[in-house]
């Protein structure tokens, strides 16, 4: 099988458990725990991503501690 996110809208969720029921067992619906602990975890974790090969390939500079607050004091 192949794994997808899909989105569904509130007022859509009875006919798509509905498409689900007629596909004989080809679409199953898994339910994700991290999006029962947190709705925004994959918006979360790609911004996380996006952030990290921002300063992996040096287009953010991570600044240590030290330089944080001094930058911020000054």
Known sequence: MTARMIRIDDEYTAKFDEIVSLSNGHIEVVDDKNLTYDPYFYERKATLDKIIQAVDDGTVK????????SDLID
């Open 62 to 69: 991570m600044l240590s501690h030290d330089e944080f607050w």
